[in-house]
C-alpha cells in the first residue's frame, strides 16, 4: 500500500523539550516537505529536501531542524527554541505536477 | 513573490445549490496550480494540477478553471459529503516550493 506515514498522530511536549516526528513514504519521490498549519493561516513551508542529505530552509525554520540520511524518510525535530510549536505538521512528496500530503501530527506544548 | 488569495473564507450551500470558489494568485512564471481538499484533523487531498490559462479539469461535481490571474474551483449540485476546506496552492517556474492560501471552507446543509 503506496503513501505517505506520520508517527505519532498526536504528541505532547513539556516546554523546553525537543521532540521528533517521524514521516515515512514508499512512493519513490525525492522531493519531501514540512509544514505547518495554524487555524486562519494557510500551510507554511518550514524546511524542504530535493535529494538525499540535502535540504533547504523553507519560511518558518527557526527553532526547526531535518535530516535526509534516506531517499523514503524525512524527520523533523521541533526543538525548545521554537516559541509557539502548538500545531498541526504536515509532511508531504511530490514530483513536478502534484504534492501529497500523510495524515498529520497533532503537536501540543503543555 | 508568490501570493495566493482564495474567497470566500467560508460558504455555506443548501444541497443541489452550486456554487465557484475563486483562487487569485501572483507568481513569477507558474509551472502549476494545485486544488486539494481537505478534512478537519487530515492532511489535504489532492484534487487538480492546472498548468495553463484556459485549461479545465473535472472529477465528479467538481470543475476546476484556470486563467492567467485566477483560478475557480466550481461545485456542480454539491452534497453535503463535499463539505471541507478547500485549498489553492501556486508553484512557480524552477523551484520546488509551492505557496498555499488560507482555504475557503464550504458548508453543504441537507
Known amino acids: 500500500d503506496g503513501g505517505i506515514t506520520q508517527s505519532p498522530k498526536y504528541l505532547f511536549r513539556k516546554e523546553g523539550q525537543n521532540v521528533t516526528l517521524s514521516c515515512e513514504q514508499n512512493l519513490n519521490h525525492d522531493a519531501m516537505y514540512w509544514y505547518r498549519q495554524d487555524p486562519g493561516q494557510g500551510l507554511r513551508l518550514i524546511y524542504y529536501?530535493?535529494?538525499?542529505?540535502?535540504?533547504q530552509k523553507g519560511d518558518i525554520a527557526e527553532g526547526y531542524s531535518v535530516s535526509r540520511e534516506k531517499k523514503e524518510s524525512f524527520p523533523l525535530t521541533v526543538t525548545s527554541a521554537q516559541k509557539n510549536p502548538t500545531a498541526f505538521y504536515l509532511c508531504a512528496t511530490g514530483g513536478y505536477n502534484e504534492q501529497f500530503f500523510g495524515p498529520g501530527t497533532r503537536l501540543t506544548v503543555l | 513573490e508568490d501570493q495566493v488569495t482564495q474567497s470566500p473564507e467560508a460558504l455555506r450551500l443548501q444541497e443541489g445549490e452550486s456554487s465557484s470558489l475563486n483562487c487569485s494568485y501572483t507568481?513569477?512564471?507558474?509551472?502549476?496550480l494545485f486544488w486539494y481538499r481537505q478534512d478537519p484533523g487530515k492532511g489535504p487531498e489532492f484534487l487538480f494540477t492546472?498548468?495553463?490559462a484556459g485549461e479545465e479539469k473535472e472529477k465528479e461535481r467538481l470543475k476546476a478553471t484556470l486563467t492567467k490571474k485566477e483560478s475557480f474551483l466550481h461545485i456542480t449540485a454539491p452534497k453535503p459529503e463535499d463539505s471541507a476546506t478547500y485549498l489553492c496552492a501556486v508553484q512557480g517556474e524552477g523551484y520546488q516550493k509551492v505557496t498555499f492560501g488560507i482555504g475557503t471552507k464550504l458548508q453543504v446543509i441537507p
Open positions: 529536501s530535493q535529494i538525499v542529505n540535502d535540504f
Open positions: 492546472l498548468y495553463s
Open positions: 507568481v513569477s512564471g507558474l509551472r502549476g
